[in-house]
C-alpha cells in the first residue's frame, strides 16, 4: 500500500495530468487474488477506486468489493447523494448458491431500509430475485455489478453482462449501496474500506 502511495505522490508531483490520466487504469489494488482496477469506463464516463475490500462471512472471506464514484468521497451521506454515475463491483472468493447469497442481499437490504421504502421496491426486488434465482450459484471468481447511470437507472451485470432492463428508481440504487455504505451494513470494516479509509 505504502509502495502505491509514494508512486501516486510522485506521478501528482512530477507528471502532467494527462500523462497520469493515462496510465492511471494501469495501477491496480489487488485484494485476496481479486485485482480492482483503480479506474473503470462506464460509456464515456470514468470512475475511479473510492474504496475496496473483503467481506468476511463464517470467519473467512466471502467476497471482494470496489465502490467507483466519479470523484472521491468519505461519508455515507455523501456517496448516497451524489447524482453522478456509480458502481458498486464484486467479486466472489469463494462458491455460493444464488439462493444463499440472495438471502444475505435481502437481509442486508432489510436491515439498511425502512419498511416504507423497501414497499415501494417491491417488484424491482421480485425481479432482482428472479435474476439471481437464474444463476443456481456464483462460483469464485465470478462477479457481478450494480451501477447508478444518470438518465437510465440501476444496472445489474453479472460477469460483466447486463441482466435485463435498467430499474428506474433512484431509491432502488439506494437501497442496495445502502447495505454497504448505510447506517447498518454487514460489514462495518468493508463499509470503511469502500468510503476510501483503508487504501
Do not use: C
Request: proline fraction near 6%; charged fraction near 15%; avoid cysteine.
Amino acid at each position: 500500500m505504502k509502495t502505491f502511495s509514494f508512486a501516486k505522490l510522485a506521478l501528482n508531483t512530477f507528471t502532467p495530468l494527462a500523462l497520469w490520466a493515462a496510465m492511471a487504469p494501469a495501477i491496480a489494488l489487488d485484494l485476496g487474488g481479486v485485482t480492482h482496477p483503480r479506474v473503470l469506463q462506464t460509456g464515456a464516463t470514468s470512475l475511479q477506486l473510492n474504496g475496496a475490500g473483503v467481506r468476511q462471512h463464517s470467519g473467512s472471506g466471502l467476497y471482494t468489493a470496489g465502490l467507483y464514484l466519479d470523484q472521491k468521497l468519505a461519508t455515507p451521506d455523501s456517496v448516497l447523494g451524489n447524482p453522478g454515475a456509480k458502481q458498486l463491483r464484486v467479486v466472489m472468493l469463494k462458491d455460493i448458491s444464488a439462493s444463499d447469497m440472495g438471502d444475505l442481499l435481502a437481509r442486508g437490504m432489510q436491515a439498511s431500509a425502512s419498511d416504507a421504502q423497501l414497499a415501494t421496491l417491491i417488484p424491482a426486488l421480485f425481479r432482482l430475485g428472479e435474476i439471481l434465482g437464474e444463476q443456481k450459484k456464483l462460483a469464485a471468481g465470478d462477479s457481478f455489478q450494480i451501477a447508478w447511470q444518470p438518465g437510465q437507472g440501476t444496472v445489474i451485470s453479472i460477469n460483466g453482462k447486463q441482466q435485463g432492463e435498467a430499474f428506474p428508481q433512484p431509491a432502488l440504487f439506494e437501497a442496495l449501496l445502502g447495505m454497504w455504505v448505510g447506517p447498518k451494513p454487514a460489514d462495518e470494516q468493508l463499509k470503511s474500506a469502500l468510503l476510501g479509509r483503508a487504501i
